[in-house]
C-alpha cells in the first residue's frame, strides 16, 4: 500500500492529476491479453529454471519459509495488492519521471535479499521488470504491466504458501520442537 500511495502521489504532483488513461486505455482487450501473455511467459520461464537449476529450488524453499503458510484468499490478496502498487509506482511514477532503465533497475533492487538465491530472484525481478516496462511503453497504460505481475504473484504465491504447508510445522515456521521429558 505504501508503494501505491507513493507511486499515486508522485504521479500527482508530476501530473497535476492521475488520468485514467494511464490505468486503462483505448483495446484494454490487447492489454490485457499482452498482460496474461506476459505473466505466462515469465511463468514458464522461472518454472524452466526451477526444474534446471538446484538455486532456483533453494530460492523457492527460501522464499516460502518467509511467506510461511497463508489461505488461497490471502494469497490473492497479496497478489492483487502487491501487482497493482509495485506497477503504479514502478511503471506508472518512476518509469515516467525516470525513464525505462531507471524503474528496471530499482524494481530489481526492491525483489533482493541475502545470499546467491536470492541474486537470481533479483536477476528475475530484472527481466520482469524490463518486460513490464516495455509493455508499459509500447501500450501507455498499466493494464497490461497489472495483469502479468497479478498472475505471476498468484500463482507463485500460491504455489510456495502450498508448498510452505506441507512442510512439518517445525520446519515451515522456522521453529524447533523441543520435548519436556522431565
Known amino acids: ?30 492489454d490485457l491479453g499482452v498482460g496474461l501473455a506476459a505473466g505466462l511467459l515469465l511463468l514458464g520461464a522461472w518454472w524452466g529454471a526451477e526444474r534446471t537449476f538446484p538455486l532456483a529450488r533453494e530460492l523457492e524453499a527460501r522464499l516460502g519459509e518467509a511467506l510461511g503458510p497463508i489461505t488461497p484468499s490471502e494469497a490473492l490478496a497479496l497478489a492483487v495488492l502487491s501487482g497493482f502498487a509495485e506497477e503504479l509506482f514502478f511503471r506508472g511514477a518512476v518509469q515516467g519521471a525516470l525513464g525505462w532503465g531507471a524503474a528496471t533497475i530499482l ?8 545470499g546467491k538465491a536470492f541474486r537470481l530472484w533479483t536477476l528475475f ?34 504455489r510456495l504458501a502450498r508448498d510452505s504447508a506441507r512442510l512439518p510445522r517445525a520446519e515451515a515456521g522456522g521453529e524447533k520442537e523441543s520435548s519436556n521429558d522431565g
Open 125 to 158: 525481478a530484472v527481466l520482469a521488470g524490463a518486460l513490464f516496462g516495455g509493455i508499459m511503453a509500447w501500450r501507455g497504460n498499466l493494464l497490461g504491466p497489472v495483469v502479468g505481475h497479478f498472475l505471476v504473484n498468484a500463482v507463485n504465491l500460491r
Open 107 to 114: 524494481f530489481g533492487l526492491l525483489h533482493s535479499g541475502p
Open 1 to 30: 500500500m505504501v508503494l501505491a500511495l507513493g507511486g499515486a502521489i508522485w504521479i500527482g504532483l508530476r501530473l497535476g492529476v492521475i488520468p485514467l488513461s494511464l490505468l486503462i486505455g483505448h483495446g484494454w482487450w490487447i
